[in-house]
C-alpha cells in the first residue's frame, strides 16, 4: 500500500539557518511528489512537485526538494530560514496505482525562531 | 483567475442536525477533492468527483455524502453530526486527473459540533 512518512512533528530552526523538513514514501510505481504549506486557519498551497527529470526541484518562497529513489525520500529544503516560514507543511505522493487520490503525510510543523 | 471558494467559513451545529458545505473550484477545473482536517488524524480524504461522478471515496460513514454539478462546483453533505464532526473541511480543484496534476484548496470551513 502507499504511503508517506514524515518521521518529525515539528522542526525548530533559527532565522538565517538552512531549514531540512523530511519526507519519505512507498508506492508501487513511479512516485509523483507535491509539498504544500498551511498557514494557521488556512488552506493548504502548492509549493513545488516531483514528476521526472531533475531530482532538484525548486519552488514557490525559496524552497527547493531533493528526488532520491534510492531513498525513496522528497525532502524539502531553504538555504535561509525566515520567521515567516513557521507553518505546517505536508509531503503528498501519487503513482499509477492510486487512482488519482494524493496519499498524504502527518504533517511537519516548522518554527523559525529569531 | 478566482481560487477555490468554500463556504460558509465557519458553521457552529447541533449534534444530530445536518449541515451541507460548498466548494467552488477554479474555473475550467473539473476534479474537485474533499478532505477533513483534524489536530489528531491529520488529513483525511474523503471523496473526489470528476465530471459530475464519484471516483474515489475515502473511509468515512455514510453519513457523508457529496455531489458535483454540471458547473463543477461540489457540495459535501454531513447527516446526523457527531462531535467527533468537529474539523477543518478543506476542498481541492484540478484542472484534470493528470498523475502530476497538483490540487488547489480553498480555505476551509471550519465545522463545530456542539
Known amino acids: 500500500a502507499q504511503s508517506v512518512a514524515q518521521p518529525e512533528d515539528q522542526v525548530n530552526v533559527a532565522e538565517g539557518n538552512p531549514l531540512t523538513v523530511k519526507c519519505t514514501y512507498s508506492?508501487?510505481?513511479?512516485?509523483?511528489l507535491f509539498w504544500y504549506v498551511q498557514y494557521p486557519n488556512r488552506g493548504l498551497q502548492f509549493l513545488l512537485k516531483?514528476?521526472?527529470?531533475d531530482n532538484l526541484v525548486k519552488g514557490s518562497y525559496g524552497f527547493e526538494a531533493e528526488f532520491n529513489k534510492s531513498q525513496t525520500s522528497f525532502h524539502l529544503k531553504k538555504p535561509s530560514a525566515l520567521v515567516s516560514d513557521s507553518a505546517l507543511y505536508f509531503c503528498?505522493?501519487?503513482?499509477?496505482?492510486?487512482?488519482?487520490?494524493?496519499?498524504w503525510g502527518a504533517g511537519t510543523k516548522l518554527i523559525i525562531k529569531p | 483567475k478566482a481560487g477555490v471558494t468554500q463556504t460558509p467559513r465557519y458553521l457552529i451545529k447541533t449534534r444530530g442536525q445536518q449541515v451541507t458545505l460548498s466548494c467552488s473550484p477554479i474555473?475550467?477545473?473539473?476534479?474537485v477533492s474533499w478532505y477533513q482536517q483534524t489536530p489528531g488524524q491529520g488529513l483525511q480524504f474523503l471523496f473526489e468527483?470528476?465530471?459530475?461522478?464519484?471516483?474515489n471515496k475515502g473511509n468515512f460513514p455514510g453519513r457523508f455524502s457529496g455531489r458535483q454539478f454540471s458547473n463543477s462546483r461540489s457540495e459535501m453533505n454531513v447527516s446526523t453530526l457527531e462531535l467527533g464532526d468537529s474539523a477543518l473541511y478543506l476542498c481541492?480543484?484540478?484542472?484534470?486527473?493528470?498523475?502530476?496534476?497538483?490540487?488547489?484548496f480553498g480555505q476551509g470551513t471550519r465545522l463545530t459540533v456542539v
Open positions: 474555473s475550467g477545473h473539473r476534479s
Open positions: 516531483y514528476i521526472t527529470g
Open positions: 508506492v508501487s510505481g513511479n512516485p509523483y
Open positions: 468527483y470528476f465530471s459530475e461522478t464519484q471516483r
Open positions: 503528498a505522493v501519487r503513482d499509477s496505482t492510486s487512482n488519482y487520490q494524493l496519499i
Open positions: 481541492a480543484s484540478s484542472p484534470t486527473r493528470q498523475l502530476n496534476t497538483e490540487a488547489f
